[in-house]
């Protein structure tokens, strides 16, 4: 049975489904712009596009993320490509971006992004300062063969390549280190909520109470990093005093930190001292 858009629109949402869930999933499947539902209310759905939106509908409901069910996410106004092996970019993370560009300016430096993920942090930095030399490192295959594709279609010159956080990357080479780590206990109870039931729990659970790869990078960066050079970390919303911290006690100094959109402390940073 057809239905036109707005009929259709208006079921997911009798469904139970968020008004912006059943319009990014509707404008899915039409391959149109949202922008398109408001000007075309009335026009009808074919029968496949009525069954393949009833079957998103129900997905969505399921609780899957949308990211997941378009397979799309857009982060920095980049359309990035996402997958179940990598994180969804979030809006939030878009805080630790304009924290490294108000940090450094368009002098060519080099980046390194550990746990690239999708590559969002990267490729959002490298579209803003082209002149910088961006790598991204992730221990995941999936994760550097999506990161990859993300570059090759937004025509950005970045490289990913498979790595343990700063393990195999020569001393004293960087300017600036960039990480979204896992900072999540296992025992939070937020792990059971939301899209971060279907995300990866490598990408989002650390021993030591959500510290340890934070704590990890802080002190391999030490090596990695040149004098001079910077460290920024995305982190928990209850997390920033210990990660200043952990980078002060690293040898890190002009340690400060910046809130996300929400008014919490989500991204912390530091200068590493001059030896």
Sequence with gaps: ?????????????????????????????????????????????????NDRYSQLVQRRARGVP???????????????????????PRPDTEVLVETVLEKQNERPLSCLDLGAGTGAIALALKSERPSWSIMGIDCIDEAIE????????????VQFTKGNWCAGVPGSSLDIIVSNPPYIDSEDPHLEQGDVRFEPSSALVAPQSGFADIELIATQATRCLKPGGWLFLEHGWQQAERVRSILSDSGFAE?????????????????????
Excluded at 42 to 49: A, P, Y
């Design 146 to 157: 999506l990161a990859s594709a993300n570059a090759r279609n937004l025509s950005l010159n």
């Design 255 to 275: 340690v400060d930190s910046r809130c996300d959109y929400g008014g919490n402390e989500r991204v912390t940073f530091g200068c590493l001292k001059n030896q």
């Design 66 to 88: 949308v990211a997941y069910i378009t397979g799309m996410r857009e982060f920095w106004s980049l359309p990035i490509k996402t997958s179940p092996a990598t994180l969804i």
């Design 1 to 49: 049975m057809s239905q036109t858009l707005a009929a259709a629109l208006s079921a997911a949402q009798a469904s139970g489904l968020d008004k912006l869930d059943a319009e990014v999933l509707l404008a899915h499947v039409l391959e149109k712009g949202r922008t398109y539902l408001i000007a075309w209310p009335e026009k009808q759905l074919t029968s496949e596009q």
